[in-house]
C-alpha cells in the first residue's frame, strides 16, 4: 500500500454574500477556534490575530446570516466568552462539507495541475 504523496496545491473556497465574504477559510478557522476556546480573544491568540480583526470578522459573518453564528456575553469579574449558536455550527458543518465535495471533486483536474508546477513556490508571491 503506497503512502498518498502530500497535496501541493490547495483549494480555498470563499463564499461570498454581495461584497461580503460570509464565509471563507480564515472564518471558518476563526468558528472552530471560538468553540474550542469558548473565547474570542483566545481563538484570536490562538490564531496570531489581534482581538480586533476577529472580532471585526465575526460581526461581518454574524451580518450575513438570518442569525448571529457566535454569541457573545461580556466580560468583567467573571469574565466573557463566546460560543457557537446552533446556526453557526450548522453553518460550519455545511462549509466543511462544501470544501470536502468540492475537493473532490477537482482531485484529478489538480493533480494535473501539481504535475505541472515548479519544483519549489516562489519566495515572494506577489
Not at 468583567?76 to 457557537?84: E, F, S, T, W, Y
Not at 458543518?93 to 470544501?99: C, D, E, K, S, T
Amino acid at each position: 500500500m503506497s503512502i498518498p504523496t502530500p497535496r501541493r496545491l490547495r483549494l480555498r473556497q470563499r463564499l461570498m454574500f454581495g461584497k461580503a465574504i460570509a464565509l471563507g477559510p480564515g472564518k471558518a478557522d476563526l468558528l472552530r477556534q471560538i468553540a474550542a476556546c469558548g473565547s474570542i480573544s483566545k481563538a484570536a491568540r490562538q490564531m496570531g490575530m489581534s482581538y480586533r480583526r476577529a472580532w471585526l470578522l465575526v460581526e461581518t459573518m454574524n451580518q450575513c446570516f438570518q442569525s448571529p453564528l457566535v454569541d457573545t456575553s461580556a466580560g468583567g469579574k467573571g469574565g466573557g466568552g463566546a460560543l457557537l449558536t446552533p446556526l453557526g455550527e450548522q453553518v460550519l458543518r455545511h462549509y466543511q462539507r462544501i470544501q470536502q465535495l468540492a475537493e473532490a471533486a477537482v482531485a484529478d483536474e489538480l493533480a494535473a495541475l501539481e504535475a505541472l508546477l515548479a519544483d519549489q513556490p516562489p519566495s515572494d508571491p506577489h
